[in-house]
Nanobody
Framework: QVQLVESGGRLVQAGDSLRLSCAAS????????MGWFRQASGKERAFVAA????????TYADSVKGRFTISRDNAKSTVYLQMNSLKPEDTAVYYC?????????????????WGQGTQVTVSS
């Protein structure tokens, strides 16, 4: 089992920056690819970003490419999502997730463990 706890979500203005954190506990953190997903009100959960076990490979949704950066610190068992130039359409509950898959995947079905989510609200 892996327990994931997100933090850092809050109300910000359009154009602001925000960093989300996700602390993991349980099984060795470096065994898992990690991802961030988000779910806006009334919409399905959507992929945002993912990072490989070593941190050497990342992938992003087109909607956040160039604005968001995913990173991880395996010594701290934490994954981060740096969000810059935030837009109102970035408003959502953000979830981190862990995947034991060999490949770095963007489908939510590939992720075995999920956090409880943290709310990000971007006002215009």
């Amino acid at each position: 089992q892996v327990q994931l706890v997100e933090s850092g979500g809050r109300l910000v203005q359009a154009g602001d920056s925000l960093r989300l954190s996700c602390a993991a506990s349980g099984r060795p953190f470096s065994n898992y690819n990690m991802g961030w997903f988000r779910q806006a009100s009334g919409k399905e959960r959507a992929f945002v970003a993912a990072i490989s076990r070593s941190g050497s490979t990342t992938t992003y949704a087109d909607s956040v490419k160039g604005r968001f950066t995913i990173s991880r610190d395996n010594a701290k068992s934490t994954v981060y999502l740096q969000m810059n130039s935030l837009k109102p359409e970035d408003t959502a509950v953000y979830y981190c997730a862990a995947s034991s898959s060999y490949y770095l995947l963007t489908s939510s079905g590939a992720y075995n463990y999920w956090g409880q989510g943290t709310q990000v609200t971007v006002s215009s």
